[in-house]
Antibody, heavy 119, light 111 residues
Framework: EVQLVQSGAEVKKPGESLKISCEGS????????IGWVRQVPGKGLEWMGI????????RYSPSFQGQVTISADKSISTAYLQWRSLKASDTAIYYC????????????WGQGTLVTVSS | QSVLTQPPSASGTPGQTVTISCSGSTSNIEYNFVFWYQQQLPGTAPKLLIYRNDQRPSGVPDRFSGSKSGTSASLAISGLRSEDEADYYC???????????FGGGTKLTVL
């Protein structure tokens, strides 16, 4: 069974750094892109970018380029989403998801990580 | 403002058929596949409902169907059931943005 398990909820202050994780199991982690999707409370889904764990190739949405870093460590089947300096506007639920063949097709999702940024 | 446009809400009574539209452009829907996701509760992970415009993953009831024409796509739900009450999102790759774009979501209420 394909599973993506994300790290737990975080509460941070503005300006702090953060790295959240997404561990895959039940499939060949290196052969599928992993995407990250943001959902601000009460709002819709926003695509942030993707990483290919096989070679760490990474693509970003123009809206998130330079704001976050997406990476993966294939040795432990884990993808990451990282911020150097959080803002209050980063408060959201962040989902990782496995991309199958086509851009936009995510067949398995993590449970989501709630990130709260507040002074 | 989302790149793909969906109505914010839709409703129907049990047994009815409801259709949710998704309007895009030549850089996304017209030449790329459309996907539909269901999010049953806020804060829970979305679920892939339709892929490649009109294909259902295994386990998705055939009450759900997708279609595409030009720069628009639609999700139809027939035989509406109370458990279909959820938020629905369309998505597609955008060739200009080089990114996946989502619709703003449609909240379906079963009356």
């Amino acid at each position: 069974e394909v599973q993506l398990v994300q790290s737990g909820a975080e509460v941070k202050k503005p300006g702090e750094s953060l790295k959240i994780s997404c561990e895959g199991s039940g499939y060949s982690f290196t052969n599928f892109w992993i995407g990250w999707v943001r959902q601000v409370p009460g709002k819709g889904l926003e695509w942030m970018g993707i990483v290919y764990p096989g070679d760490s190739d990474t693509r970003y949405s123009p809206s998130f380029q330079g704001q976050v870093t997406i990476s993966a460590d294939k040795s432990i089947s884990t993808a990451y989403l990282q911020w150097r300096s959080l803002k209050a506007s980063d408060t959201a639920i962040y989902y990782c998801a496995r991309q199958t063949d086509d851009g936009g097709e995510y067949d398995s999702w993590g449970q989501g990580t709630l990130v709260t940024v507040s002074s | 403002q989302s790149v793909l446009t969906q109505p914010p809400s839709a409703s129907g009574t049990p047994g009815q058929t409801v259709t949710i539209s998704c309007s895009g452009s030549t850089s996304n829907i017209e030449y790329n596949f459309v996907f539909w996701y269901q999010q049953q509760l806020p804060g829970t992970a979305p679920k892939l409902l339709i892929y490649r415009n009109d294909q259902r993953p295994s386990g998705v009831p055939d009450r759900f169907s997708g279609s595409k024409s030009g720069t628009s796509a639609s999700l139809a739900i027939s035989g509406l059931r109370s458990e279909d009450e959820a938020d629905y999102y369309c998505a597609a790759w955008d060739d200009n943005l080089n990114a996946v774009v989502f619709g703003g979501g449609t909240k379906l209420t079963v009356l």
